[in-house]
């Protein structure tokens, strides 16, 4: 089984920073790629950025997040900066992992909210 636990969450007022870790432990052999989603009442889950063979952004953020992963300590964060309150929602940790069964899986964190105020 693999867990991914996200921190960092929280309430900035618009033009703030914020950022956000995870943390992935348990029977991992390999961590394929990471990313972050996130999902806003009443809409679908969306990906917000991602690091594996290519690091992707949702348009919406290309220039104000930065993605960033650090294989070692199995951990991905998530630089916000220039928030606005439409980048109001929850935002969910994302991994595609190899377990020690050759297994390949996607796994999610709880989610962590992150509110902007205008």
């Known amino acids: 089984q693999v867990q991914l636990v996200e921190s960092g969450g929280g309430l900035v007022q618009a033009g703030g920073s914020l950022r956000l870790s995870c943390v992935a432990s348990?029977?991992?052999?390999?961590?394929?790629?990471m990313g972050w989603y996130r999902q806003a009442p009443g809409n679908q889950r969306e990906l917000v950025a991602s690091?594996?063979?290519?690091?992707k952004y949702a348009d919406s953020v290309r220039g104000r997040f930065a993605i960033s992963r650090d294989n070692a300590k199995m951990t991905v964060s998530l630089q916000m900066n220039g928030l606005k309150p439409e980048d109001t929602a929850v935002y969910f940790c994302?991994?595609?992992?190899?377990?020690?069964?050759?297994?390949?899986?996607?796994?999610w964190g709880q989610g962590t909210q992150v509110t902007v105020s205008p």
């Open positions: 348990g029977s991992i052999l390999n961590i394929i790629a």
């Open positions: 690091s594996g063979g290519s690091t």
């Open positions: 994302n991994a595609e992992v190899m377990d020690y069964y050759g297994e390949t899986r996607i796994y």
